[in-house]
């Protein structure tokens, strides 16, 4: 299937000249960022707005240009090296690999449950007749047979949409509540409020960034995208990405600031069913409905880029893990299997679309095992800063050419990140234990 009416994805495409021929072109970066937004990361923003107002603006402001970062040095490593991140991992040795393959696993099944879930409690709010368990297993189901019957091409066009509907009902709900635009300003100005050390590093570090960030590569290689000719494409695709995911984050910044502050919302999705209770109670029924389709659309986006993006990362990996590791790894991969539709095809593919389906239907009745939840927890807490130390370590070797390797600015980002991120870990684990 081609990106284009007529165009055949298995050959070389020419990169787009022009502002208008690359906006037209804009599709892996909005997945990549709207993958990234999900039901936890809705409530995260709402909480810290219902509890500190716009004060930590800057801090969403400052945790989507360190995403931006992380995305285009994700795709700067697809395009200037032709490899993957797990060619590039494997070249830093079998370390990187084992920890990648037992974090997707665990991660997977875990993160199953949690994304139909929250696809559930939307259809159940809108729609009821269901308890939230059988709307969540309906959204897996369908999340399974969309992803398993349609190829790269469709997939982008129907995420898009889905995007396009969450940002345009969110931002018109901050809108709605008609925020004050000077304590809006003042949030700019970075304060660390008693209490806020917390939810700033939620605020940076959280929102938008989970292991979907690394499959920004493979989608682009699945458009077509080959080579350094595309990085000034890249960069303007994953640049809408994370504007869009970074006025997304403000909007509900505004939202919980304006509409629910002073109150204690607890940390759960549940929550943001408080939200559109409020917005009918100030407005009407229609702007719960508003609200509601909006939540609809950022959970259904979480779970189907997840069920696409993590699938490749998993395919990838099965066929890296073989290959040898270290100063023995070979240089080359096959990128045109992404493009032609093969990998979708793969048994690998499916079967992580199945493992990310059908066995966390059984924590839908359960409630989570404390020891798996905490492996999940502190796996996750690894992931950003592994993810952004191997970047850096990838960007700044002979791996890839002049034109692809870091500079200062993108080495600045990284590091922040990746300071950030062992701070995030290490906050969380001792939070944990």
């Not at 909005?30 to 707005?49: H, I, P």
Request: charged share 10%; hydrophobic share 50%.
């Amino acid at each position: 299937m081609s990106t284009q009416p007529g165009v055949d994805r298995t050959t070389e495409l020419t990169p787009p000249t022009g502002f208008g021929a690359k906006v037209r072109q804009v599709g892996p970066g909005l997945l990549a960022a709207a993958t990234g937004v999900g039901a936890g990361d809705l409530v995260a923003t709402m909480v810290a707005g219902a509890r500190f107002g716009t004060v930590l603006l800057w801090a969403a402001i400052l945790g989507t240009v360190l995403k931006l970062a992380l995305g285009e040095g994700v795709g700067r490593w697809h395009l200037a090296s032709g490899t993957t991140l797990l060619d590039g991992w494997r070249r830093l040795g079998r370390w990187a690999t084992v920890f990648f393959g037992v974090y997707i696993v665990v991660w997977g099944f875990v993160y199953g449950a949690t994304a139909m879930s929250a696809v559930g409690l939307p259809l159940n709010a809108l729609f009821g007749g269901l308890s939230v368990r059988y709307w969540a297993m309906i959204a897996g189901v369908v999340g399974l047979v969309l992803v398993w019957t349609q190829r790269y091409a469709f997939f982008e066009k129907f995420m898009t949409v889905l995007v396009l509907i969450k940002f345009c009902t969110v931002v018109a709900v901050a809108v709605l509540v008609a925020p004050d635009l000077g304590n809006l300003a003042s949030g700019l100005v970075p304060r660390l409020p008693e209490g806020s050390t917390i939810y700033v590093l939620g605020l940076i570090g959280g929102v938008g960034g989970t292991i979907t960030m690394a499959a920004y590569g493979y989608w682009m290689f699945a458009k077509g995208w080959r080579g350094t000719g595309w990085l000034s494409m890249m960069r303007l695709d994953n640049a809408v990405g994370y504007v869009m995911t970074g006025i997304f984050v403000i909007a509900m910044l505004v939202v919980g600031s304006t509409l629910l502050f002073g109150q204690n919302l607890t940390e759960s999705d549940s929550g943001l069913l408080t939200l559109g209770t409020a917005l009918d109670e100030r407005y009407g029924a229609w702007a719960r409905i508003l609200f509601l389709v909006g939540f609809l659309a950022v959970t259904s986006t979480s779970l189907l880029g997840v069920w696409n993006g993590v699938s490749f990362m998993f395919a990838d990996w099965t066929r890296a893990v073989r290959l040898p590791h270290g100063k023995a790894a070979e240089t080359g991969t096959t990128i045109e299997r992404f493009a032609s539709g093969e990998t979708e095809r793969s048994l690998p593919f499916r079967g992580y679309l199945l493992w990310l389906t059908l066995p966390p239907m059984a924590l839908l009745f359960i409630d989570k095992p404390f020891g798996l939840t905490l492996v999940y927890g502190v796996l996750g807490s690894v992931f950003m800063p592994f993810l952004a130390i191997t970047l850096m370590l990838l960007l700044n070797s002979k791996r890839v050419s002049g034109k692809g390797r870091s500079g200062w600015l993108s080495n600045l980002f990284l590091g922040a990140a990746s300071v950030l991120f062992l701070a995030l870990l290490v906050t969380d684990v001792v939070n944990r234990f």
